[in-house]
């Protein structure tokens, strides 16, 4: 789940020493683009898409993921971009709050108010080639926890959102120590929360 994902940054930062966290949606499209102004880092066409990431097309018979770095990186040298798992950033779902990452805001942050929806970005091997472009986003649901026999559910499995995983950044400027918490721990600022919202 997310807070999984928020939690580890949390442990990793224990562990080493330097600060980490999920990446905001426009510092997740800014890695992926790497520069670039189409679709996907590599081009407008995504018949070429196989040679840099994993989906889910008619003539694929993937039905996991591939093991990390399978696939050619961006121009940033970075791996796993499109496709293969979609992974969390730190942004909640709304749909007027694209606009402002395109009018100059530095590093704009929707914090989540509501458990769902979430984003993930650049698709997986479970999702279709045109949600492995930059700008594509979707939305978590409930539905990827309706396996999972706890009661109440987990926090921190998503047992039917396998295609889901995470990537971390460690920014240039350490946050203050009132900064970290809310970075790390969002997940929990829901005004109300009730056993079956988990």
Same mark, same amino acid.
């Given at each position: 789940t997310?807070?999984s994902a928020? /939690? =580890?940054? #949390?442990?990793?930062?224990a #562990?080493?020493g330097h600060?980490?966290?999920l *990446?905001?949606?426009a510092?997740?499209?800014?890695?992926c683009?790497?520069? @670039?102004?189409t679709a996907?880092s590599?081009g407008?066409?995504? /018949?070429?898409?196989?040679? =840099?990431?994993l @989906?889910?097309t008619k003539d694929?018979? @993937?039905?996991y993921?591939?093991?990390i770095?399978?696939h050619? *990186?961006?121009?940033w040298?970075?791996?796993? !971009?499109?496709?293969n &798992? +979609?992974?969390w950033?730190?942004?909640g779902?709304?749909?007027?709050?694209?606009?402002?990452l395109r009018?100059?805001?530095?590093n704009?942050?929707?914090i989540?108010?509501t458990?769902?929806?979430?984003? &993930?970005?650049?698709g997986?091997?479970?999702?279709?080639i045109?949600?492995?472009r930059?700008a594509?986003?979707? !939305? @978590?649901?409930?539905?990827w926890?309706?396996?999972?026999? #706890? &009661?109440p559910k987990?926090?921190?499995y998503?047992?039917?959102g396998?295609?889901?995983g995470?990537?971390?950044?460690?920014?240039?400027?350490?946050?203050t120590?009132?900064? !970290?918490?809310l970075?790390w721990?969002?997940?929990?600022?829901? *005004?109300?929360?009730? +056993?079956?919202?988990?």
């Amino acid at each position: 789940t997310r807070h999984s994902a928020l /939690k =580890f940054c #949390q442990w990793l930062t224990a #562990q080493t020493g330097h600060y980490y966290r999920l *990446p905001t949606e426009a510092e997740w499209e800014y890695a992926c683009r790497a520069g @670039s102004t189409t679709a996907y880092s590599f081009g407008n066409n995504p /018949k070429h898409l196989r040679e =840099f990431g994993l @989906s889910y097309t008619k003539d694929s018979d @993937s039905v996991y993921p591939a093991p990390i770095a399978s696939h050619k *990186p961006n121009p940033w040298g970075l791996y796993d !971009m499109h496709g293969n &798992v +979609a992974e969390w950033v730190l942004d909640g779902f709304d749909e007027g709050f694209r606009g402002t990452l395109r009018n100059g805001a530095l590093n704009p942050w929707k914090i989540a108010i509501t458990r769902y929806p979430r984003i &993930v970005k650049g698709g997986s091997w479970f999702d279709y080639i045109e949600d492995t472009r930059v700008a594509s986003r979707s !939305m @978590s649901e409930k539905i990827w926890k309706d396996w999972d026999p #706890q &009661v109440p559910k987990s926090i921190w499995y998503h047992t039917d959102g396998q295609h889901i995983g995470f990537r971390v950044v460690r920014p240039l400027k350490t946050p203050t120590v009132e900064e !970290m918490h809310l970075y790390w721990n969002t997940d929990w600022w829901e *005004p109300k929360r009730n +056993a079956e919202d988990l």
